[in-house]
């Protein structure tokens, strides 16, 4: 059986007026490179489909180099095209667009209920858990109530100087749908990881978010 990891990525540009946005490249070309190490077939996409805009690329990160030169990179599927029932597990990468598009998208939580629900992994890094703020499970229930969660924290969204700028505290919103929120220090590697659910803080934790996922994976299939 095919093993599948699927990457979304926002398709929103426009950090509230004030400079371009987009997705995090190494939040989603790390955790690729991992995947595919580890010999899981990856794709990608993104809400709006083709190409998603970038934030945070450096060209003299090969991974990085690799990952956009990637033609799936450069013309995403549409999320609202994807069958979760193919894939093992769902990474929602960052970058601050995903909390302008990820939260409303209905497709952004049918892709993570459905993967949850089958039994996969559900993952967030940084501002990724935008994802999980309107994720709702079949029963109503919000998919982070009760549980452990890691994102970007108030005081990184202040040190970067956009907290009055976005339209939502990520690790607010979390908190009121119930979540436990568990902030690491400022720019460090924080990873939770809650059953069959796993969050990082911020670009640090990606890989780490990474390895976290293809622990539990692998714990899945032993």
């Not at 995947?35 to 990608?44: I, N």
């Not at 193919?86 to 970058?95: I, M, N």
């Not at 939770?192 to 976290?212: F, H, I, K, M, Y």
Request: net charge negative; glycine share 10%.
């Amino acid at each position: 059986m095919t093993k599948r990891i699927l990457i979304v990525l926002t398709s929103h540009d426009d950090l509230g007026g004030v400079e371009s946005t987009g997705y995090y490249v190494p939040e989603a070309a790390h955790p690729w490179d991992l995947f595919q190490r580890a010999g899981y077939e990856v794709d990608l996409a993104s809400v709006r489909g083709g190409e998603p805009p970038q934030d945070g690329y450096d060209p003299a990160d090969p991974v990085q180099a690799a990952f956009v030169a990637l033609p799936a990179a450069r013309d995403t599927a549409r999320l609202a095209d994807v069958d979760p029932s193919r894939y093992d597990a769902v990474l929602y990468a960052g970058g601050h667009g995903t909390v302008w598009d990820f939260p409303g998208d209905p497709d952004v939580a049918r892709v993570g209920r459905e993967v949850y629900e089958r039994g996969g992994v559900v993952s967030a890094v940084c501002h990724g858990p935008s994802a999980l703020v309107n994720l709702t499970l079949s029963d109503g229930t919000h998919l982070v109530a009760g549980k452990r969660v890691a994102a970007f924290t108030n005081e990184e969204e202040e040190l970067r100087g956009v907290a009055h700028i976005v339209p939502f505290l990520l690790a607010d919103a979390l908190v009121e749908r119930g979540a436990k929120h568990e902030p690491g220090p400022n720019w460090q590697p924080q990873v939770v990881v809650d059953g069959r659910l796993v969050t990082g803080q911020n670009p640090a934790s990606a890989g780490p978010l990474a390895e976290g996922v293809l622990e539990v994976l692998a714990e899945r299939r032993a």
